[in-house]
């Protein structure tokens, strides 16, 4: 613009003037007080931030080198010889078996370190390059930050440190959580070198299929220890780890296909490999072996022996016990599931697979099988609301509808859902929906417990025949079933007290002649019938399975005796109801488990000292720390000389009295044989100088053994000792005999020493109870016909001509229940199966 000089002086006054001066000022001080609150401004967002970072930081987790390893590790089970695997035990969140970074092959670290991290072995604990190019690149995005920028030591904390991440709600707790992460892998850079941070990361990952870190991977999709992967199977691994479900090989595998390949590229890139060994590994048809492992992995599902559901069940007792670690049932549960135990058992594998497969051959048992039923129904209603129903719904319907008086016993599977189907047609409603489980069990059933009776440490264990189905269910052999052992109380509680603390001996005789309860003058039967024998010596008592000469037995010695020996042979399911005259025939309130009667016998195998049953010997913790040392637990129940007597006598019983079917090839063996009346359980507690093993046989719903089937389990038994003496190459022994032990003859009739026309037999005694005194000498009665001799083959029990009145069963009780001070009315007299007309010397008992 042009001006003449005139304007130009104008203008220049008009500058100049004092308004335009103040003007002036006004605009520069304002500015100033602009600057000055920009700056006021970021000094105040400095140091607030400052303050902001302090507090986040001082709110940080403490941190220690232990705390970032991963929590929760699957628990071992070992064998007997301290190295097998039988077991693994793990609970969601667990399924982790930890290697040490010297245990897993360089490439499957590489492999990682190339995917997720390729800058670990040079940074500090955080990647500025890295969180750098994420902003850029969500910038590039329209601010969508997608991009990753955590380190391997980052993940790490954030697994273990922060494992509620994934319930962040807002924008704001995931920074606070971010700038924690990395204030703390700053700190755990500074404490921990670059292997153990490795070797943590890889044992906490989350790889898909129920796996956490890379061994229990590597078992999942390869069958193989870690340290046995290629350079394919490591790539593969490592590529599942930025998403577990779409990565997954197994349900996504050109998914992970694609990820692999950009491992193997970033770990040639990155020179962890050469060019020959990236194109190999590329090659590799990787996912048909895995499709085919996963396979067997279907087709075997899991389920745990009944074995190491018994050990799973002791060990969480002793963790909760006061006398043991003192747990709360949560943490012992913790421990177990997933505190990565070593736990050291018992079980001897030979020895389970013998039990197993017999008492899995169907050969072995009644032809006639038939089915139980157990089950369990939900039913959900068209409004939401929900009917649980179970096996007693079914049983009640039977009974009701068609008179079953068993209700959960079959013919075949069809009859069985048929009934299923029956019942659910009587309660559906419109719109309902059914979630229900079925188990059916081949019946008649049966348990066996094998024991050294040494140390207690239970070999073998089967709760039951045919496949087990379910995961801690009913375990016959442990604790899940109480059962009548019948006659083999007569051992425990009448005569092991008799011999050991009343001053009696096998020697001394009894009458056999009509005799009644002296509490409710019921009559006591035989279990052949009615007919008596007359003086008979406690031996011949013991051998022929003699119930009143066992009932006056335990009359004189008192109730009480035999009540605190069988609570000193370790039986727990006594009740002071017990206290009644039939104990001595097993008559009890609840019955027994067979691994405390197994244990009990295995006391008198040992010489008389009681070992508590065990099924693990130690367990480690994760560490390898000894937590629980699980032997030694041991009391004297009996002399070492009554131990030896019971086992003489107890030799009869099975070279010629009711248990012959269980003699043994080329071993002696002792035992007691058990049956309750009606035949609804049978028992047989035998040992040899090595093993003591029990066997019961009998339905689950109580239901009478047919004729003809009273030999079966002592024939079964027969064939388990065998072949363990045959597997383990015993070879033969003899019962040890205390040298204190002596010998007399004495007269049968009176017990005392024999004189001249005496009828004599040699007799063992312990030193304080051998008789002194000669027999007077007594008229002979005219003798009675001979029985007749054990035929070659055993017939098979018959009906008596007279048998016992309505004999009643002491696992199923009359509706009305009976007075515990007295015995059930008709008592469990007749505990043997009955004697045929002609019987053979090996009728059993």
């Given at each position: 613009?042009?001006y003449?000089?005139?304007k130009?002086?104008?203008?220049q006054?008009?500058?100049?003037?004092?308004?335009?001066?103040?003007?002036?000022?006004?605009?520069v001080?304002?500015?100033?007080?602009?600057?000055?609150?920009?700056l006021l401004?970021?000094?105040?967002?400095?140091?607030?931030g400052?303050l902001?970072?302090?507090?986040v930081?001082?709110?940080a987790?403490?941190?220690?080198?232990?705390s970032?390893k991963?929590?929760?590790?699957?628990s071992?089970?070992f064998?007997?010889?301290?190295?097998?695997?039988?077991e693994?035990?793990t609970?969601?969140g667990?399924?982790?078996?930890?290697?040490t970074?010297d245990?897993?092959?360089?490439?499957?670290?590489?492999?990682?370190?190339?995917?997720?991290?390729s800058r670990?072995?040079?940074?500090?604990?955080?990647?500025?390059?890295?969180i750098?190019?994420?902003?850029?690149?969500?910038?590039?995005?329209?601010?969508h930050?997608?991009e990753?920028?955590?380190t391997?030591?980052?993940?790490?904390i954030?697994?273990?440190?922060?494992?509620?991440?994934v319930?962040?709600?807002d924008f704001?707790?995931?920074?606070v959580?971010?700038?924690?992460?990395q204030?703390?892998?700053?700190?755990?850079?500074?404490?921990?070198?670059?292997?153990?941070i490795l070797?943590?990361?890889?044992?906490?990952?989350?790889?898909?299929?129920?796996?956490?870190?890379?061994?229990?991977?590597a078992?999942?999709?390869?069958n193989?220890?870690?340290?046995?992967?290629?350079?394919?199977?490591s790539a593969?691994?490592?590529?599942?780890?930025?998403?577990?479900?779409?990565y997954?090989?197994v349900?996504?595998?050109?998914?992970?296909?694609?990820?692999?390949?950009?491992?193997?590229d970033?770990?040639?890139?990155?020179?962890?490999i050469?060019?020959?060994?990236?194109?190999?590994a590329l090659?590799?048809?990787v996912?048909?072996?895995?499709?085919?492992?996963?396979?067997q992995?279907q087709e075997?599902?899991?389920?745990t022996?009944?074995?190491?559901?018994?050990?799973?069940e002791?060990?969480?007792?002793?963790?909760?016990?006061?006398e043991?670690?003192?747990f709360?049932?949560?943490q012992?549960?913790n421990?177990i599931?997933?505190?990565g135990?070593?736990?050291?058992?018992?079980?001897?594998?030979?020895?389970?697979?013998i039990c197993d497969?017999?008492?899995?051959?169907d050969?072995?048992?009644?032809?006639?099988v038939?089915?139980?039923?157990d089950?369990?129904?939900t039913v959900t209603h068209a409004?939401?609301?929900?009917?649980n129903?179970?096996s007693?719904h079914?049983k009640?319907?039977?009974s009701?509808?068609?008179?079953?008086?068993?209700?959960?016993?079959?013919g075949?599977?069809d009859?069985?859902y048929q009934?299923?189907?029956?019942?659910?047609?009587s309660?559906?409603?419109?719109?309902?929906?059914?979630d229900?489980?079925?188990n059916?069990s081949?019946?008649?059933?049966?348990?066996?417990?094998v024991?050294?009776?040494?140390?207690g440490q239970?070999k073998?264990?089967?709760g039951?025949?045919?496949?087990k189905?379910t995961?801690?269910?009913?375990?016959?052999?442990y604790?899940g079933s109480k059962r009548?052992?019948g006659s083999?109380?007569?051992?425990?509680?009448?005569?092991?007290?008799?011999?050991?603390s009343?001053g009696?001996?096998?020697?001394?005789?009894?009458?056999?002649?009509?005799?009644?309860?002296?509490?409710?003058?019921?009559?006591?039967?035989?279990?052949w019938?009615?007919s008596?024998?007359?003086?008979?010596?406690?031996?011949?008592?013991?051998?022929q399975?003699?119930?009143?000469?066992a009932v006056?037995?335990?009359n004189?010695?008192?109730?009480?005796?035999g009540?605190?020996?069988?609570?000193k042979?370790?039986?727990?399911?006594l009740?002071?109801?017990d206290k009644?005259?039939?104990?001595?025939l097993?008559?009890?309130?609840?019955?027994?488990?067979?691994y405390?009667?197994?244990?009990?016998y295995?006391t008198?195998?040992?010489g008389?000292?009681y070992?508590r049953p065990?099924?693990?010997?130690k367990?480690?913790?994760?560490?390898g720390?000894?937590?629980i040392?699980?032997?030694?637990?041991s009391?004297?129940v009996?002399?070492?000389?009554t131990?030896a007597?019971?086992?003489?006598a107890?030799?009869?019983v099975?070279t010629?009295?009711t248990?012959?079917?269980a003699?043994?090839?080329?071993?002696?063996?002792?035992?007691k044989?058990?049956?309750?009346?009606d035949?609804?359980d049978?028992?047989f507690?035998?040992y040899t100088?090595?093993y003591?093993c029990?066997?019961w046989?009998?339905?689950?719903?109580?239901?009478?053994m047919s004729?003809?089937?009273w030999?079966?389990h002592?024939?079964?038994w027969?064939?388990?000792?065998?072949?363990?003496?045959?597997?383990?190459?015993l070879s033969?022994q003899d019962f040890?005999?205390?040298?204190?032990l002596?010998q007399?003859?004495?007269?049968?009739?009176?017990?005392?020493?024999?004189t001249?026309g005496c009828?004599?037999?040699?007799?063992?005694?312990?030193?304080d109870t051998?008789?002194?005194?000669?027999c007077?000498g007594?008229?002979?009665e005219p003798?009675?016909?001979?029985?007749?001799?054990?035929?070659?083959?055993?017939i098979e029990?018959?009906?008596p001509?007279?048998?016992?009145?309505?004999?009643v069963?002491?696992?199923?009780?009359?509706v009305?229940?009976v007075?515990?001070?007295?015995?059930p009315?008709?008592?469990?007299?007749?505990?043997?199966?009955?004697?045929?007309?002609?019987?053979?010397?090996d009728?059993?008992?």
């Open positions: 613009m042009n003449g000089k005139r130009a002086s104008t203008q006054k008009k500058i100049t003037s004092k308004a335009n001066m103040r003007k002036k000022k006004i605009g001080r304002l500015f100033k007080g602009f600057l000055l609150c920009i401004f970021c000094v105040v967002g400095v140091v607030g400052v902001i970072m302090k507090k930081i001082d709110e987790p403490e941190i220690t080198p232990e970032i991963p929590q929760g590790y699957t071992t089970v064998a007997d010889d301290g190295v097998t695997e039988t693994h035990f609970s969601a667990a399924n982790r078996v930890y290697k970074i245990e897993i092959p360089i490439d499957l670290q590489h492999a990682f370190v190339a995917i997720e991290d670990f072995y040079t940074h500090k604990g955080i990647d500025p390059k890295g750098l190019r994420a902003f850029w690149v969500g910038l590039s995005n329209g601010g930050f997608t990753g920028a955590s391997i030591t980052q993940q790490l954030k697994n273990n440190i922060f494992p509620n991440f319930n962040e709600e704001s707790e995931k920074i959580r971010k700038l924690q992460e204030y703390l892998a700053l700190q755990v850079e500074r404490e921990l070198d670059k292997d153990s070797e943590s990361y890889m044992n906490t990952i989350n790889l898909g299929q129920n796996t956490l870190g890379v061994q229990a991977a078992q999942r999709y390869f193989k220890d870690v340290s046995e992967l290629t350079l394919s199977e593969t691994i490592a590529g599942i780890t930025q998403s577990p479900g779409k997954n090989p349900t996504n595998p050109e998914e992970n296909a694609k990820r692999r390949k950009k491992v193997l970033d770990m040639l890139e990155q020179e962890f050469d060019q020959a060994a990236h194109d190999e090659a590799d048809d996912y048909s072996r895995i499709q085919t492992v996963n396979v992995i075997e599902s899991h389920i022996s009944y074995f190491n559901d018994a050990l799973a002791q060990l969480m007792e002793d963790m909760i016990s006061p043991g670690l003192g709360s049932e949560t012992a549960y421990y599931y997933s505190g135990l070593s736990i050291y058992s018992t079980q001897n594998l030979a020895m389970q697979e497969s017999e008492l899995n051959d050969g072995n048992f009644p032809y006639n038939e089915w139980g039923l089950y369990a129904l409004d939401g609301t929900q009917q129903y179970s007693g079914i009640k319907f039977g009701e509808q068609y008179g079953d008086r068993q209700g959960l016993l079959f075949s599977h009859a069985a009934r299923i189907e029956e019942f659910k047609a309660i559906a409603q419109e719109g309902d929906t059914f229900e489980f079925v059916l081949p019946q008649p059933q049966s348990s066996v417990c024991m050294d009776q040494t140390t239970i073998a264990l089967v039951g025949r045919g496949a189905t995961n801690r269910g009913l375990n016959r052999a604790t009548q052992a083999c109380f007569k051992i425990l509680a009448v005569y092991a007290p008799a011999l050991d009343a009696l001996s096998l020697a001394n005789v009894e009458v056999d002649e009509p005799y009644r309860y002296q509490t409710t003058g019921r009559e006591v039967h035989n279990w019938g009615n008596y024998r007359g003086s008979v010596t406690l031996r011949k008592g013991i051998e399975s003699m119930n009143i000469i006056k037995v335990l004189k010695i008192s109730i009480s005796l009540y605190e020996y069988c609570e042979f370790g039986l727990t399911t009740t002071e109801e009644v005259e039939s104990l001595a097993g008559g009890i309130t609840h019955g027994v488990y067979n405390e009667i197994t244990a009990a295995a008198i195998a040992n008389g000292v070992n065990i099924l693990y010997t367990v480690l913790d994760h560490d720390n000894l937590l040392d699980n032997t030694g637990d009391k004297t009996l002399k070492e000389t131990a007597l019971l086992t003489n107890m030799i009869d099975v010629k009295g248990a012959t079917d003699r043994l090839n080329n071993m002696p063996a002792a035992g044989s058990g049956t309750t009346s035949n609804k049978f028992w507690c035998g100088p090595y003591t029990s066997i046989m009998g339905y689950d719903e109580n239901k009478e004729d003809g089937t030999n079966y002592f024939k079964i027969a064939k388990i000792m065998n072949r363990i003496n045959e597997t383990l190459g033969y040890k005999m205390p040298n204190s002596v007399k003859t004495i007269c049968t009739q009176s017990g005392l020493l024999a001249s009828p004599a037999l040699t007799e063992l005694f312990a030193a051998a008789p002194s005194q000669s007077a007594h008229y002979v003798e009675e016909p001979e029985e007749p001799e054990e035929p070659e083959e055993p029990p018959i009906e001509v007279d048998p016992p009145v309505d004999p069963d002491p696992v199923d009780p009359p009305d229940p007075d515990p001070v007295d015995p009315v008709d008592p469990v007299d007749p505990v043997e199966p009955v004697e045929p007309v002609d019987p053979p010397a009728t059993t008992s």
